[in-house]
């Protein structure tokens, strides 16, 4: 929030207006909270509380932040950040940079009256382990569900994460 320049008053920031470019994802701007679980066979099953943010500056492109937490302790876990950005040949382009140093730069499709998106990745950067990620994410019943796959060198392409949110 900005102050004015009478009294030092909150004003509310007003969001620019969807380009025109990303209004076929706009079913998921906002930001989403609410609880996962991973697993993976070379660790132990968990639980995570989480948050995540799609937003825009008006231009072309969806900005995304994701950040996690371990619901006991409140202790942070996972962070990642990145870019959306909708093709002319109608699929999608997504960067996004991992807390662990690993880069992902993934292809895929949306589809925006199902409201949902699927993403293959094209590279997985910095990794000595993770050869492949893909991602599929669902907007239902006000709900945004997900899940990630992951493959190594030492397994093939297998369930990693899943998670429910809401928009708050």
Known sequence: MDRNAVGGAPVAETAPPVHPAIAPLSF???????????????????????????????????AYTQRTWKLASGEPMHAESGYWRLKPDGSIEVVIAQSTGIVEVQKGTFHTANKTVKLQSELVGNASKV????????????NLSYVVQMATYLNNLQPHLKALLKKI
């Open 131 to 142: 050869k492949e990620i893909t991602r599929v994410f669902e907007v239902a019943d006000s």
């Open 28 to 62: 998921l701007l906002g930001k989403w909270k609410g609880e996962g679980e991973g697993g993976f066979p070379t660790i132990n099953s968990f639980k995570y509380g989480e948050e995540l943010n799609f937003s825009h500056s008006g231009k072309p492109v969806i």
